[in-house]
């Protein structure tokens, strides 16, 4: 749990002679919980009543712009007090979306200075297994031009569910994508191996990041063996398909994720003497694969701010 301390000040002699509003930047999906702690007023003796709301980050409520999103905490507090806690929240949005919390004089002209700290108690979500929308697996003909594409969803919905609507991936957050695949066995007798390029599309369809490279179950040894056509071709793609990418604000700038979605898309690359082998049972995780018996692996999300 991170702990977040915003001092706010509102009435006689502040830049806010009513109201003040502090901003949460939180991954989504993170536990929330505000409280309001070591609230004075200036003069001493003074009493001010006060209207604290705490708004739910929305698609909209970005930085400090845009529309609030909805109330979902409100009391009557009168100051000076030592605390005031709120219950635990979520939101489906975080970074760069806001958690915003107003404190509000209920007179016009408050009786004296009003300040304190607004705290945030923030429990950030662990990392999300990541599936491929559609079948389980998939398939790749021996064509070189061949492209095929899934949407990235949770692959456990719980606490990610919009209503209505399939579970969706929100705000920034860093992705670890992983693959495995083999070759069709009633094309080839003898165990074969493929070379293909994995990447990872932003919601508006363009690469973000992307690996050519061997399938998650073929040993290092046998990446090392496999000769190229040419002294040194097969040299950039001597690896198992295994990287990053840390969504930036920019990524989904003006996207509605609950309609656009991070996607995966595999192609074959022309390297290898097996480069026109069909491929079967492409993934993202090893599932029931008996290839990974001894070890298995997934692709995930993991929500952050950066």
């Given at each position: ?11 006689p ?5 009513r ?5 949460l ?9 505000v ?10 003796g003074?009493?001010v009543?006060l209207?604290?709301q ?6 909209d ?7 609030d ?13 030592d605390?005031?806690?709120?219950d635990l ?26 300040s304190g ?7 950030p ?7 491929m ?6 398939s ?22 919009v209503?209505?609507?399939?579970p969706?991936?929100?705000?920034t ?21 493929r ?8 919601p508006n369809g ?23 056509l040419?002294?040194?071709e097969?040299?950039p ?8 990418y ?5 990524d989904?700038?003006d996207?509605?994720?609950?309609f ?8 074959g ?16 995780d ?21």
């Open positions: 749990m991170t702990t977040v301390l915003k001092p706010f000040e509102l009435g002699g502040t830049p806010f002679p109201s003040r509003m502090r901003t930047y939180a991954p989504a999906r993170s536990i929330v919980r409280s309001l702690r070591d609230v004075s007023v200036e003069p001493s003074s009493r009543p209207l604290v705490v708004m739910l980050a929305t698609g409520s970005r930085g400090v712009t845009g529309p999103g909805p109330v979902v905490r409100e009391e009557d507090v009168t100051a000076p007090f605390k005031v806690s709120f929240f979520r939101s489906d949005f975080g970074c760069p979306s806001t958690t915003r919390v107003r404190v509000r004089a209920r007179d016009s002209q408050p009786a004296g200075k009003v700290s607004i705290r945030f108690d923030v429990t979500p662990g990392p999300v297994k990541l599936k929308a559609g079948s389980d697996t998939l790749l003909d021996g064509d070189e031009d061949s492209v095929e594409t899934r949407d990235l969803l949770p692959a456990d919905p719980t606490g990610v569910q209503s209505g609507l399939e969706v991936i929100f705000g957050g860093r992705f670890r994508i992983r693959a495995k695949w083999h070759a069709d066995p009633f094309v080839v007798i003898i165990p074969a191996f070379v293909l390029k994995v990447s990872l599309r932003r363009t690469i973000a990041a992307e690996e050519s490279g061997f399938s998650q179950h073929v040993s290092v040894d046998d990446i090392n063996s496999i000769p190229g040419e002294p040194g097969m040299e793609f001597r690896r198992r398909v295994d990287f990053s840390t969504v930036r604000p920019e989904i700038q996207v509605d994720q609950n656009s979605f991070w996607k995966v898309s595999v192609r690359v022309p390297v290898g003497l097996e480069q026109a082998l069909p491929v079967i049972n492409f993934d993202i090893s599932g029931l694969d008996p290839a990974f018996l001894f070890g298995g692996f997934s692709s995930t999300f993991e929500a952050g701010c950066s």
